[in-house]
């Protein structure tokens, strides 16, 4: 009973660490079922995420840390999306006015919901990295992963070789959490997996409701190609290396910024 009692208790957290895509998930469906006036659909979606982002902001759910994370994910997201459909990788078929080169500006928000679940979990879950390998490596590996999305369209495609390189890298390495004062322990690399396959079932869902569109799905909805899941799951290693190298630089700040107020004398 225990067990199933913690079992519970994550995947509440998690629950919780998913507001974000929730809300996202929920207005695609909405507003594909209930066509709003006086803007076109992709508007309406910007117009839903930024409020979204500014009341979770507002409320306390994410902190302005967490919230500077997203905006750079949602930067680095719009700039992949604005050259995978210059190239045909997909598409956005419908109008919008908030567009940039055939691309709305919500796409960047499902890049940022991925930073945000991730933000949120790290602090639901009290999330902690073992044996993580040095800074100069990991910086130029998710580098190395996120420009092989752009060059393998000119070059040999080499997701498989950093996929490899990826295993060597964090084969030593560990991600604790707690759930309700215990701690538990994974395998960083499983964790990649189990997010990267998540997040293929939820591009399923995005597509389904016209968050955008393959060329195999113009005719007619079909099921995202399984290949796409070492997409994502590079994508997801991109954005926890990210995650956990701006955590780890915030954490040593301020473990330093308390050790210099602690060493200083009281001038009363």
Known sequence: MRAIKQLIRFGWEQALSCLFPVVIFASLALTQIVPLPFLPRYDWLLIIFLLMQWGMVRSGLETRDELKVITLFHLIGLTLEIFKVHMGSWSYPEEGYFKVFGVPLYSGFMYASVASYLCQAW??????LVKWPPFLVVVPLAAAIYLNFFTHHYWIDVRWWLSG??????CRSWVTYEVDGTRYRMPLALSFVLIGFFIWIAENIATFFGAWEYPN???AWSLVHLG?????LLL???SFLIVATLKQVKGKT??????QFNNCKNPL
């Open 217 to 219: 799905q113009t005719d």
């Open 236 to 238: 997801v290693i991109v």
């Open 123 to 128: 602090r639901r879950l009290k999330v902690d």
């Open 254 to 259: 301020t473990r330093v910024d308390t050790v």
């Open 165 to 170: 390189l990826v295993i060597i890298v964090f």
């Open 228 to 232: 796409k899941v070492s997409s994502w």
